[in-house]
C-alpha cells in the first residue's frame, strides 16, 4: 500500500506539468505514459471507492504538500479528464504529442461510462476544429468583430472553467478557478487573451439569453436585453471578471486595445464591467484639454497611452448605440459630468459638454433616419 501511496504522491506534479510550457518537449511516448498513469490513477478510485479507510488514506496522501485548490480521492475517478483537458489547452504542447492527443480522444471506440455535454472527445473536436481554422484566415470575421479561432478557444476555456466549478473544493473555490485562469490566461500573447476573454464573456451571455429569453437581438451590439452582474447567471463569469478588472493596467490596456463596438457589447451585458469601463473613459477625458489654435480637444500628455478625442467619442457613441438602458445610463454619466465641471452650455469649455452635445445629436439623427425609413415602408 505504501508503493500505491507514493504514486498517487505523484498526480498533483503530473496534473501541473500538464499545464506548464514543459510539454513542449513531450514527445507521443511521453504523452502515452502520462495517459497510461492518467487511466492507473483512475483504476485505483473505482479499486478503493467502497473502502472508506482507504480512500481516506490516498485523499491525505493528495492534499499533503499541495498549493492552492486541493485535490481529493474523486479527482482519481476524474484524472483522464483532468489530464486531457488540461494539454488541449495547453498551446506549449508540441504538434507530435498534440495529434497523438486528439487521435486518442477521438477514436470511435472509446465511449465513455457517463458521457457529459462538455467530455473530452467534444473539447477535442473543438480542439481540432480551432487548429484547422488557424490554417489561412479569410477575411470575414464574426459579428462581434472576433476571429472564429479566437471564438473556438472561448468555447474551450468556457467549458474547462465550468469543469473547474464543478471539481473545485468549496474552501478557497474562487481563488484557485482565478489562479489557474490567470496561468491559462499567461500562455496567450496579451492581445490574444484580450479577444478570447471577450469572446468567452460574450458566448456566455449568449447562452444564457437564449435561455432566458429567446428573443434577444441578434447583432454583435445586443446579444440580450438585460445585464448580468459579476457572478449572475453563469460561473464562469466570475474569475473572467476578476481577472480582467482587477488590474487598472491590464483593464486599460484590454479597453484600449479592443474596438469600441465590442466593448459596447460587454458593458451591455456585464453592469460591473459597465461601470469600470464608464470609470475609466471618465479619466481619459479628463486628460484632454481644449486647444483654441486647432480648436479642438487634444491629449495633454503625448506620450501617455489615453484615447484622442476623436476615439473618446466614438466609444461613447458606441455605447448609446447598445441597449436602452446602457444609453440612459451613459447620457446620465455624461449629464453628471457635465454639471461637475461647471454647466457649460457652448462648446470648448468642458470636454463634457461637448462629448454629451456630440452624442445627443448623434441620437437625435439616429432617430430622424428611423422615422424616415419607418414612413418609406
Same mark, same amino acid.
Given at each position: 500500500? %505504501?508503493? !500505491?501511496?507514493?504514486? !498517487?504522491?505523484?498526480?498533483?506534479?503530473?496534473?501541473? !506539468?500538464?499545464?506548464?510550457?514543459? /510539454?513542449?518537449?513531450?514527445? =507521443?511516448?511521453?504523452?502515452?505514459?502520462?495517459?497510461?498513469?492518467?487511466?492507473?490513477?483512475?483504476?485505483?478510485?473505482?479499486?478503493?471507492? &467502497?473502502?472508506?479507510?482507504?480512500?481516506?488514506?490516498? @485523499?491525505?496522501?493528495?492534499?499533503? #504538500?499541495?498549493?492552492?485548490?486541493?485535490?481529493?480521492?474523486?479527482?482519481? #475517478?476524474?484524472?483522464?479528464?483532468?489530464?486531457?483537458?488540461?494539454l488541449l489547452e495547453n498551446r506549449a504542447l508540441s504538434p507530435a504529442a498534440c495529434r497523438r492527443l486528439l487521435h486518442s480522444l477521438l477514436q470511435p471506440a472509446r465511449v465513455e461510462a457517463d458521457p457529459e455535454p462538455h467530455s473530452l472527445e467534444l473539447l477535442a473536436r473543438r480542439k481540432a476544429a480551432s487548429r484547422l481554422l488557424g490554417l489561412p484566415r479569410g477575411p470575414p470575421r464574426a459579428p462581434e468583430g472576433l476571429e472564429p479561432q479566437v471564438r473556438a478557444e472561448a468555447q474551450l476555456l468556457v467549458s474547462r472553467l465550468r469543469e473547474e466549478e464543478q471539481e473545485a473544493e468549496p474552501a478557497g473555490e474562487a481563488a484557485g478557478r482565478l489562479a489557474w485562469l490567470s496561468g491559462v490566461l499567461e500562455l496567450l500573447p496579451q492581445p490574444r487573451a484580450f479577444?478570447? /476573454?471577450?469572446?468567452?464573456?460574450?458566448? /456566455?451571455?449568449?447562452?444564457?439569453?437564449?435561455?432566458?429569453?429567446?428573443? #434577444?437581438?441578434?447583432?454583435?451590439? $445586443?446579444?440580450? #436585453?438585460?445585464?448580468?452582474?459579476a457572478t449572475g447567471d453563469d460561473g464562469s463569469t466570475g474569475p473572467l471578471l476578476s481577472w480582467l478588472l482587477g488590474n487598472l493596467e491590464r483593464f486599460s490596456?484590454?479597453?484600449?486595445?479592443?474596438? @469600441?463596438?465590442?466593448?459596447?457589447?460587454? &458593458?451591455?451585458?456585464?453592469?460591473?464591467?459597465?461601470?469600470?469601463?464608464?470609470?475609466?473613459?471618465?479619466?481619459? @477625458? $479628463?486628460?484632454?484639454?481644449?486647444? =483654441? !489654435?486647432q480648436g479642438q480637444w487634444v491629449k495633454s500628455c503625448l506620450?501617455?497611452? %489615453?484615447?484622442?478625442?476623436?476615439?473618446?467619442?466614438?466609444?461613447?457613441?458606441?455605447?448609446?448605440?447598445g441597449s436602452a438602458l446602457l444609453r440612459g445610463q451613459t447620457q446620465a454619466a455624461l449629464k453628471l459630468l457635465k454639471a461637475q465641471d461647471g454647466d457649460f452650455k457652448v462648446r470648448g469649455l468642458s470636454v463634457w459638454t461637448d462629448l454629451l452635445m456630440e452624442v445627443e445629436e448623434y441620437l437625435r439623427k439616429e432617430a430622424e433616419r428611423s422615422c424616415m425609413n419607418a414612413t418609406a415602408t
Open positions: 500500500m %505504501e508503493a !500505491v501511496l507514493e504514486q !498517487v504522491g505523484q498526480l498533483p506534479a503530473l496534473l501541473a !506539468v500538464s499545464r506548464s510550457v514543459l /510539454v513542449r518537449d513531450w514527445d =507521443p511516448l511521453t504523452l502515452d505514459r502520462a495517459l497510461e498513469w492518467a487511466r492507473y490513477f483512475q483504476h485505483l478510485h473505482d479499486r478503493f471507492r &467502497a473502502r472508506p479507510r482507504l480512500r481516506e488514506a490516498l @485523499g491525505r496522501r493528495l492534499r499533503r #504538500g499541495q498549493r492552492g485548490p486541493l485535490l481529493g480521492f474523486p479527482h482519481l #475517478g476524474r484524472c483522464p479528464r483532468l489530464l486531457g483537458l488540461a479577444e478570447v /476573454v471577450a469572446a468567452a464573456l460574450l458566448l /456566455v451571455r449568449q447562452g444564457s439569453g437564449a435561455e432566458q429569453a429567446g428573443d #434577444g437581438a441578434q447583432d454583435g451590439n $445586443s446579444l440580450g #436585453g438585460n445585464q448580468a452582474s490596456a484590454f479597453c484600449l486595445f479592443l474596438p @469600441g463596438s465590442l466593448l459596447a457589447s460587454l &458593458a451591455g451585458h456585464y453592469s460591473q464591467f459597465s461601470r469600470h469601463y464608464l470609470d475609466l473613459l471618465t479619466g481619459w @477625458g $479628463s486628460h484632454l484639454v481644449y486647444d =483654441p !489654435v506620450d501617455k497611452a %489615453e484615447l484622442s478625442w476623436e476615439e473618446l467619442r466614438e466609444r461613447f457613441s458606441c455605447l448609446c448605440q
